[in-house]
């Protein structure tokens, strides 16, 4: 049993009072009023002293956390270097930046165009946040359901901000998506007739929630990476790249890269880029602790608005309302919607269920820091958190629910001793998801720079000011093979001039003329957790 | 004060609080990971790590982010293992036996020695896996080893030289492809969306005006 304070023990008890009782019933939907006012309220989005104007770049004058601001406006690491551009190390038609889950689509798919292609990735192919998607895939192909359902419940869900050209390839591929990676292998939950097993995420109006499990995006990345592999495709890794290059008609023309072990800098010269680099957990916007993987640091927006690639919606942000709150060692991990999809409440610490546990996730996430701040949260090791009435899932479900559907979330627990089918866990919002990124019109290609592709988590727009659980793993494969098929068409047509690295000369002109001098190196590549207390 | 453990890190000591996990023992120590550090929550396999607990003979493996640090507890962290992997064309192989007899034959000098089940980091019955997969019970195989993070540790313990993490991916393919019964209800659908039936239906709503679509998104059916 894991060591729970006494006030989290007494807690408990009036959990486990109700959970009979608030098991026959659902708590209330929000209004569209109401939801407006939490978000205001509570939502970390709406805090605007974690906010600066942007001095330079496409985005000039525009808000954006401190904390991106400064990579963003930081200082590049080529710019004390002698790089000699006209003998690259390597050259490829297409060169992919980021090995996750898009990153691998876009490789698959531009190889089948026949491009010669190539990825790079800081860590390995498949160190990234797909694969600790833990809930699932959206896609709209069940007989009472619709592409065009699918869209009205992810605009209204994004706040009505979504670009709709981008929305509509988004929805409209979805299901093509789930045939594509089941004709890869990838096993998707069942029924023995094939009927594909299919749930509720927050604020869908129609079960489409495709699972593997709880495994969901290990069981995709995983089937890409085989794929990749079986494939030849070239996978440089332990590699960054640091710098866009290009030419001097200013099409982006390769990356400056940089071995992450022995530092050494090496030339890729492309006729096609793709950033995959995905998101900024890692930046802890606002203190925050995440769920995502150790490399997320925004480095690919960082280079686009360098090289002039215009972002959007990059003030905004997704707080899972269900990170891990106890143990402190898991803290700030993801406990997957899913959960709640499989009927676990949030409960407070007088027992009462006080949301609906399947609003969006900005709204569930706000209600969640306003019972808080009401005082009824629980106090916790790093801070305080709400109940997850997992044994609900046992009774609604049957016994064996919980191993059956969610068999992560059952180890990940029971490594401290909590057996989730049994005790309720502590959650509390944690930093999940770059709703904004790089611009980008329906053929993947930036709005601003030419020869630029971009997928995945480092795109804006495809879900407006919030994503559903489930739209995600669905983008990087969409947007992933999209900016693979559109790179394996652009590259015949592609004739690279000299290259350059003027474009960061210039910006750090920009820089200084705008009074600012940074310091910070970006992009910032790794977070540094040594000799502190690691968030 | 918090309660402090003795740590050896490659054979070296480190005092470091007791309630940390082998990686933020690490950084706390003063380590600036690159390798064996990936996704910090158990999910990708670069933290797999080796310790034994001094005057213990048992040598453990875990993964450094999901494992909290024992006193006196030497650690080896291992973030690559040499697994073989084989090149193979799934649209072109089928599953039989004969395909493991190809590419993975080393499953049939299996000892039985268990030693790969005993390291499992994920708490796997790995020789049992192997076993389904040298019957060419593809189906056995992928359920029993779907949690598999392919950290390599059973690998590394295997005296027959077995990439267990390969067979059991090459058999979810196998099994998710051809095994696992066809989806007809997906195949009808993204049919229908190659004959164009919803492009008119969406583009309707694109142009609609934001107030009608908040309109409708307020009011929308949700299914029980």
Known sequence: MYNYTNEQLESMKKVEATRQERCGKLHRRLTAEEKDAVLKEYHPDYITSAYEVLKVGPNKGEKVLHELADVLQGKSRVLDMDIDLSKPDYETDVLIIGAGGAGSSAAIEADNAGAKVMMVTKLRIGDANTMMAEGGIQAADKPNDSPAIHYLDAFGGGHFAAKPELLYRLVSEAPDAIRWLNDLGVMFDKMPDGTMVTTHGGGTSRKRMHACKDYSGAEIMRTLRDEVLNRGIPVIDFTSAIELIKDTDGKVAGAVLMNMETKDILVAKAKVVIIATGGAGRLHYQGFPTSNHYGATADGLVLAYRAGGKLLYADTLQYHPTGAAEPTQIFGALVTEKVRSLGAQLVNKNGEAFVYSLETRDVTASSIIKECSKGNGVKTTDGQGVWLDTPQIEILGGEGTIEKRIPAMMRMFGKYGIDIRKEPILIYPTLHYQNGGIDISADGMSTTIENLYVAGEAVGGIHGRNRLMGNSLLDIIVFGRIAGKSAGKKFKEVTLKDLTLDHVKSFDKELKDAGLNPEILSPKLLPNYTKQPAI | ?224
């Open chain 2, 1 to 224: 004060m918090e309660n402090m453990v003795n740590v050896y890190l490659f054979g070296k000591k480190y005092q470091v609080p007791s309630s940390l996990t082998i990686m933020k023992a690490m950084e706390y120590a003063g380590y600036q990971l690159v390798r064996g550090c990936g996704c910090r929550n158990g999910f990708c396999g670069a933290c797999s790590t080796i310790y034994r607990i001094k005057g213990d003979k048992e040598l453990k493996a875990c993964l450094a982010c999901q494992t909290k640090v024992e006193d006196n507890m030497y650690v080896a962290t291992l973030p690559f293992f040499p697994l073989v992997k084989e090149v193979y064309d799934i649209q072109k192989i089928s599953p039989s036996e004969q395909i493991m007899m190809q590419l993975y034959p080393e499953i049939y000098a299996c000892v039985g020695c268990n030693a790969c089940t005993k390291a499992c980091t994920q708490g796997l019955n790995v020789m049992q896996y192997i076993a389904y997969a040298q019957r060419g019970d593809f189906e056995s195989c992928a359920e029993e080893s779907f949690d598999c993070v392919m950290c390599g540790v059973c690998s590394s313990r295997c005296p027959a030289g077995i990439s267990h993490p390969q067979v059991a991916e090459l058999s979810r393919r196998l099994y998710g492809k051809y095994i696992a019964p066809e989806t007809t209800h997906l195949l009808e659908r993204v049919k229908e969306i190659d004959d164009g039936k919803y492009k008119e239906l969406i583009e309707t709503l694109m142009n609609k005006p934001i107030s009608e679509l908040k309109e409708l998104y307020n009011n929308r059916e949700i299914e029980k």
